[in-house]
Protein backbone atom coordinates (compact mmCIF):
# COMPACT_ATOMS: atom_id res chain seq x y z
CA UNK A 1 0.00 0.00 0.00
CA UNK A 2 3.02 2.06 1.23
CA UNK A 3 4.67 1.61 -2.45
CA UNK A 4 1.55 2.57 -4.49
CA UNK A 5 1.05 5.93 -2.48
CA UNK A 6 5.24 6.99 -3.20
CA UNK A 7 4.65 5.62 -7.07
CA UNK A 8 1.74 7.67 -7.21
CA UNK A 9 3.51 10.75 -5.85
CA UNK A 10 6.15 10.14 -8.60
CA UNK A 11 3.76 9.71 -11.37
CA UNK A 12 2.51 13.35 -10.41
CA UNK A 13 5.31 15.23 -9.46
CA UNK A 14 6.32 13.81 -12.79
CA UNK A 15 3.44 14.90 -14.51
CA UNK A 16 3.89 18.56 -13.08
CA UNK A 17 7.58 18.81 -14.04
CA UNK A 18 7.43 17.41 -17.32
CA UNK A 19 4.41 19.64 -18.86
CA UNK A 20 6.83 22.70 -17.86
CA UNK A 21 4.50 23.81 -15.79
CA UNK A 22 5.37 27.56 -14.56
CA UNK A 23 3.58 29.34 -11.27
CA UNK A 24 1.96 32.86 -13.28
CA UNK A 25 4.39 34.66 -10.73
CA UNK A 26 7.14 33.56 -13.11
CA UNK A 27 5.92 35.02 -15.83
CA UNK A 28 4.98 38.35 -14.34
CA UNK A 29 8.15 38.50 -12.81
CA UNK A 30 9.90 38.67 -16.31
CA UNK A 31 7.61 41.63 -17.09
CA UNK A 32 7.81 43.49 -13.84
CA UNK A 33 11.92 43.17 -13.86
CA UNK A 34 14.61 44.75 -12.16
CA UNK A 35 13.89 48.01 -9.93
CA UNK A 36 10.62 49.10 -9.57
CA UNK A 37 9.21 52.67 -9.14
CA UNK A 38 4.94 52.21 -8.48
CA UNK A 39 3.49 56.25 -9.33
CA UNK A 40 0.16 57.02 -8.16
CA UNK A 41 -2.47 58.72 -10.03
CA UNK A 42 -4.77 60.10 -7.58
CA UNK A 43 -8.64 60.09 -7.54
CA UNK A 44 -9.49 64.21 -6.60
CA UNK A 45 -12.75 62.76 -5.33
CA UNK A 46 -11.17 59.66 -3.52
CA UNK A 47 -7.71 60.95 -2.46
CA UNK A 48 -7.64 58.42 0.82
CA UNK A 49 -8.22 55.53 -1.20
CA UNK A 50 -6.15 56.39 -4.06
CA UNK A 51 -3.00 56.21 -2.04
CA UNK A 52 -4.50 52.86 0.11
CA UNK A 53 -4.06 51.19 -3.86
CA UNK A 54 -0.94 52.55 -4.18
CA UNK A 55 0.55 50.71 -0.83
CA UNK A 56 -1.70 47.44 -1.50
CA UNK A 57 0.14 47.66 -4.83
CA UNK A 58 4.22 48.09 -3.59
CA UNK A 59 2.66 45.24 -0.85
CA UNK A 60 1.33 42.97 -3.76
CA UNK A 61 5.01 43.80 -6.04
CA UNK A 62 7.46 43.16 -2.84
CA UNK A 63 5.59 39.94 -1.30
CA UNK A 64 4.43 38.01 -4.72
CA UNK A 65 7.47 38.93 -7.07
CA UNK A 66 10.00 39.67 -5.05
CA UNK A 67 10.85 42.98 -6.52
CA UNK A 68 13.11 45.72 -5.36
CA UNK A 69 10.79 48.90 -5.38
CA UNK A 70 12.81 52.53 -5.37
CA UNK A 71 11.15 55.98 -4.49
CA UNK A 72 12.42 57.94 -7.70
CA UNK A 73 11.81 57.32 -11.24
CA UNK A 74 14.96 57.93 -12.50
CA UNK A 75 16.63 54.76 -10.68
CA UNK A 76 13.82 52.47 -11.65
CA UNK A 77 13.80 49.78 -14.28
CA UNK A 78 10.44 49.19 -14.59
CA UNK A 79 7.22 52.27 -13.48
CA UNK A 80 4.11 51.16 -12.61
CA UNK A 81 1.26 53.48 -12.54
CA UNK A 82 -1.68 52.74 -10.89
CA UNK A 83 -4.82 54.93 -10.84
CA UNK A 84 -8.13 54.51 -8.68
CA UNK A 85 -10.75 54.78 -11.75
CA UNK A 86 -13.91 54.52 -9.48
CA UNK A 87 -15.83 53.68 -6.50
CA UNK A 88 -19.31 52.34 -6.01
CA UNK A 89 -22.18 51.23 -3.59
CA UNK A 90 -24.97 48.93 -4.61
CA UNK A 91 -27.66 48.03 -2.46
CA UNK A 92 -28.13 44.21 -2.50
CA UNK A 93 -31.22 43.77 0.46
CA UNK A 94 -33.69 45.07 2.36
CA UNK A 95 -35.09 45.17 5.90
CA UNK A 96 -38.61 44.99 6.51
CA UNK A 97 -38.38 48.75 7.31
CA UNK A 98 -37.51 49.69 3.84
CA UNK A 99 -33.78 50.54 4.98
CA UNK A 100 -30.66 49.02 2.95
CA UNK A 101 -29.24 46.06 5.29
CA UNK A 102 -26.61 44.93 2.53
CA UNK A 103 -24.06 46.69 0.45
CA UNK A 104 -21.52 45.93 -2.40
CA UNK A 105 -18.71 47.74 -2.79
CA UNK A 106 -16.97 47.98 -6.11
CA UNK A 107 -13.58 49.30 -7.04
CA UNK A 108 -12.30 49.69 -10.12
CA UNK A 109 -7.83 49.89 -10.62
CA UNK A 110 -5.72 51.01 -13.99
CA UNK A 111 -2.25 49.04 -14.33
CA UNK A 112 0.09 50.55 -16.49
CA UNK A 113 3.70 49.45 -16.91
CA UNK A 114 6.69 50.18 -18.92
CA UNK A 115 9.91 49.04 -19.35
CA UNK A 116 12.78 49.23 -21.99
CA UNK A 117 10.92 45.82 -23.10
CA UNK A 118 7.75 46.82 -22.98
CA UNK A 119 4.69 49.13 -22.18
CA UNK A 120 1.11 48.01 -21.18
CA UNK A 121 -2.18 48.77 -19.61
CA UNK A 122 -5.08 47.01 -17.95
CA UNK A 123 -7.74 47.46 -15.70
CA UNK A 124 -9.10 45.33 -12.86
CA UNK A 125 -12.25 45.49 -10.56
CA UNK A 126 -13.37 44.66 -7.10
CA UNK A 127 -16.03 43.39 -5.39
CA UNK A 128 -17.01 43.28 -1.81
CA UNK A 129 -20.15 42.76 0.32
CA UNK A 130 -21.18 43.86 3.39
CA UNK A 131 -23.94 44.33 6.08
CA UNK A 132 -24.37 47.37 7.98
CA UNK A 133 -26.28 48.35 11.50
CA UNK A 134 -29.91 49.41 11.21
CA UNK A 135 -30.44 52.74 10.29
CA UNK A 136 -28.98 52.22 6.34
CA UNK A 137 -26.26 54.75 6.30
CA UNK A 138 -22.31 54.05 5.74
CA UNK A 139 -20.05 55.15 8.31
CA UNK A 140 -16.82 56.48 6.99
CA UNK A 141 -14.83 53.67 8.70
CA UNK A 142 -17.18 51.25 7.19
CA UNK A 143 -17.34 52.77 3.92
CA UNK A 144 -12.99 53.21 3.86
CA UNK A 145 -12.87 49.52 5.04
CA UNK A 146 -14.96 48.04 1.80
CA UNK A 147 -13.18 49.49 -0.63
CA UNK A 148 -10.14 48.90 0.92
CA UNK A 149 -11.14 45.02 0.94
CA UNK A 150 -12.56 45.60 -3.04
CA UNK A 151 -9.49 47.07 -3.89
CA UNK A 152 -7.14 44.18 -2.70
CA UNK A 153 -9.46 41.94 -4.26
CA UNK A 154 -9.18 43.85 -7.46
CA UNK A 155 -5.22 43.67 -7.03
CA UNK A 156 -4.97 39.78 -6.12
CA UNK A 157 -5.95 39.69 -10.25
CA UNK A 158 -2.57 41.66 -11.46
CA UNK A 159 -0.30 39.10 -11.47
CA UNK A 160 -2.46 37.11 -13.70
CA UNK A 161 -3.27 39.76 -16.14
CA UNK A 162 0.32 40.25 -15.94
CA UNK A 163 1.20 36.81 -16.81
CA UNK A 164 -1.29 36.40 -19.62
CA UNK A 165 0.17 39.87 -21.14
CA UNK A 166 3.34 38.22 -21.19
CA UNK A 167 2.66 36.30 -23.74
CA UNK A 168 1.17 38.59 -26.28
CA UNK A 169 3.65 41.03 -28.37
CA UNK A 170 5.03 43.46 -26.56
CA UNK A 171 3.40 47.03 -27.39
CA UNK A 172 5.56 50.16 -28.17
CA UNK A 173 7.82 51.39 -25.27
CA UNK A 174 6.47 55.07 -24.02
CA UNK A 175 9.08 57.39 -22.98
CA UNK A 176 9.47 57.01 -19.39
CA UNK A 177 9.68 60.43 -18.20
Known sequence: MKLKAIVLAFLIGLVFTSCGYKPGSTYAKKEINGKVF??????IEDPKNSVLIKDAMNELLVHKLDT??????????????????????????YDSD?????????????VNYQNDET?????????????IDSGGTISDAKRFEAIKIASTKALDEV?????IMSFE????KLDKK
Do not use: H, M, W
Request: no cysteine; aromatic share 8%.
Open 38 to 43: VDLKVN
Open 68 to 93: KLVNKKELADTIVIVTLNSTGFSALQ
Open 98 to 110: GYVKLYKASSSIS
Open 119 to 131: SRSFSVSGTYDFS
Open 159 to 163: ISKIA
Open 169 to 172: KPKK
